[in-house]
C-alpha cells in the first residue's frame, strides 16, 4: 500500500521559515516526479512546487511564480522523501500542504490531475 505522509507544518511568521517533509512508502518513488500541492480555505489547490527524477545535471525543479526566490524543493531518494524548504513566509503562504507523485504522468506537472499519490496534508499557518 503506497503511503505518503507529511510533516513540518506548523506556525510560522512573517519572514520566517518552515521546512516541510514528506515520506513515501509501499514503492519506491527515486525514478518519479514529486511535488508539492497547497489549498487554502475556500480556494482550489494549486501548484507550488515538483522536482524530477535524479539526472546527471541534477533533478530539474519547478516553481510556482508565488514562491519562486523563496521556497526550495529537494528530494532524498535513499529516504523516499522530498522536502520543501519555505523562507520568507508570508501570511498568504498560509495553506493546507499536500505533497504527490507523479507516476503515470511524466514531465513536472502542475496541475493535480497529473499526480497518482497524495498525502493527508499539512497545515501551515503563517502569522503577519
Known amino acids: 500500500q503506497v503511503q505518503l505522509v507529511e510533516s513540518g507544518g506548523g506556525l510560522g511568521q512573517a519572514g520566517g521559515s518552515l521546512r516541510l517533509s514528506c515520506a513515501g512508502s509501499?514503492?519506491?518513488?527515486?525514478?518519479?516526479?514529486m511535488g508539492w500541492f497547497r489549498q487554502a480555505p475556500g480556494k482550489e489547490r494549486t501548484f507550488v512546487a515538483a522536482?524530477?527524477?535524479?539526472?546527471?545535471?541534477?533533478?530539474?525543479?519547478r516553481y510556482a511564480d508565488s514562491v519562486k526566490g523563496r521556497f526550495t524543493i529537494s528530494r532524498d531518494n535513499a529516504k523516499n522523501t522530498v522536502h520543501l524548504q519555505m523562507n520568507s513566509l508570508k501570511p498568504e503562504d498560509t495553506a493546507l500542504y499536500y505533497c504527490a507523485v507523479q507516476v503515470s504522468a511524466l514531465g513536472l506537472g502542475v496541475e493535480p490531475g497529473k499526480y497518482d499519490y497524495w498525502g493527508q496534508g499539512t497545515q501551515v499557518t503563517v502569522s503577519s
Open positions: 522536482i524530477a527524477a535524479i539526472s546527471w545535471s541534477g533533478p530539474a525543479t
Open positions: 509501499g514503492r519506491t518513488f527515486a525514478s518519479r516526479t
